[in-house]
């Protein structure tokens, strides 16, 4: 199944320590790559037949006044070669393992052995998801190597890309100064960077910056959704294809400056900052240690996607977007025995995403989704089956958070660019993981696990 899905999506792809190449270790099987500001050595993987470039830093780190603003581009070259055999530093965030710090915004580039600066492969960029909060290219189950092998096995070889961007109040704090400086939604903003960066860069490994194809899943697809619409739907040129895994520009809320005011005051309070005369500075002047979502920012959007769609203000590119089959399985809410306690779940639903619904919104959803288990959630059980310790509801619960939360966005998505006469593709993803529990079915995330 990976195969035949990966071998699907090739399908429409082809419509810092400066050492002395001696201590880097360069030999005959070594690549190296020569970028704008200066030159990499990468590792050769014999396993894959392929070169692997890690760690290439895309924008200047975001330290100290840096912390909380727009990302800025490089602008000191070197002479000799830099390291980039290994991944970079993860970007801030809770509970994991991975190597962290506030020197993340790097990125990744695997391409098939033999790869010279006048391929032309055609190129596939991956967004991950995570909800904004969690997430890192050094991941394994980001690991970029097995689809470029799929496209090295059938013909059809390509050039696959990742990036890290800012986390959580690292990349998404919205506070007035910030908000004035430019640096709102700097995590979406990093990622832009990073576009760029491979846009003027990815010919030199190899790649057709003509055929750039963004990819992402959950938050990394709403990502690629926020693109598609930043600034009014200016097109720079920095992708040419767009597919997007379960996100959409409705997959959260984008929430007014306001909306921030209580969670700045508790992080200010937390810190020592609230009496500060220059909160901003004070956040700024903390360890990482002391430190531990999106809103429409009038500059990167400028609007809410609902209003800058009938003004035809967002990215016409060739799109490819879809959602799993059972995503409700991974956001409906356990518990709900009846009716009423779906009701009542429906107005306060995710509340902190702006999910929660007015009760004649969620009466009619209860008339729209009747209690009918044969066709709730996990879909591939096509009998009444109920789970009495999810709650006796729980599968109608599953089957409207589902719809709710992923599936409604994909079906409008493809109803605009369809409308707009652009060429959008839809798919479903319907194989549950070999480990799945009887009540997941292919449930949110599987499709970038399988």
């Given at each position: 199944m990976r195969l035949q899905k990966l071998r699907s999506l090739l399908a429409v792809l082809s419509t810092g320590v400066l050492l002395p190449s001696s201590v880097l270790g360069i030999n005959s099987t070594s690549p190296t790559v020569t970028v704008t500001n200066g030159s990499y050595i990468g590792k050769y993987v014999p396993e894959w037949q392929q070169d692997q470039f890690l760690g290439i830093p895309y924008a200047i780190p975001p330290l100290g006044d840096l912390r909380f603003a727009r990302p800025k581009s490089l602008n000191t070259s070197f002479t000799g070669y830099r390291d980039a055999t290994h991944y970079g530093y993860s970007c801030y965030q809770y509970g994991t393992n991975f190597n962290l710090s506030e020197d993340c915004l790097t990125l990744n580039v695997i391409r098939p052995a033999g790869t010279t600066p006048d391929s032309n492969l055609p190129v596939l960029i991956w967004i991950f998801g995570g909800g904004f909060y969690t997430g890192a290219t050094a991941d394994p189950q980001y690991n970029l190597s097995g689809i470029t092998h799929v496209g090295q096995q059938t013909g059809q070889p390509i050039i696959t890309v990742s990036m890290d961007y800012r986390l959580g109040v690292w990349g998404f704090l919205q506070t007035p100064q910030v908000l004035a400086e430019g640096g709102s939604n700097a995590g979406l903003l990093d990622q832009r960077l990073a576009l760029r960066w491979i846009k003027e860069n990815i010919a030199s490994f190899g790649g057709d910056p003509t055929k750039i194809t963004v990819w992402g899943e959950s938050a990394g697809g709403q990502s690629i959704s926020y693109h598609l619409y930043s600034y009014d739907g200016r097109n720079d040129d920095?992708?040419?294809?767009?597919?997007?895994?379960?996100?959409?520009?409705?997959?959260?809320s984008l929430n007014p400056l306001g909306y921030y005011t209580v969670p700045t005051e508790n992080l200010t309070r937390a810190t020592g900052c609230w009496t500060s005369t220059n909160k901003l500075a004070c956040l700024r002047s903390l360890t990482s240690d002391q430190l531990w979502k999106a809103q429409v920012d009038g500059d990167f959007l400028t609007d809410y996607p609902s209003s800058l769609t009938p003004q035809g203000k967002f990215i016409k590119v060739p799109l490819l977007i879809g959602a799993n089959s059972d995503e409700g399985t991974g956001f409906g809410v356990a518990g709900l025995d009846?009716?009423?306690?779906?009701?009542?779940?429906?107005?306060?639903y995710r509340a902190s995403n702006a999910y929660a619904l007015s009760p004649p919104t969620a009466r009619k959803l209860?008339?729209?989704?009747?209690?009918?288990?044969?066709?709730?959630?996990?879909?591939y059980i096509t009998n009444a089956t109920i789970f009495p310790s999810k709650g006796l509801q729980w599968r109608r619960s599953a089957a409207i958070a589902g719809d709710l939360v992923m599936i409604s966005g994909r079906r409008k998505l493809c109803e605009i660019y369809a409308a707009a006469a652009q060429s959008v593709y839809s798919y479903r993803f319907d194989t549950p993981l070999w480990n799945a529990a009887v009540t997941d079915g292919a449930r949110h995330s599987d499709k970038s696990k399988s």
């Open positions: 920095l992708f040419q294809a767009a597919i997007i895994e379960s996100g959409s520009p409705t997959g959260a009846n009716e009423t306690a779906i009701f009542n779940s429906l107005l306060v209860l008339e729209l989704y009747p209690n009918d288990p044969a066709n709730e959630p996990p879909y």
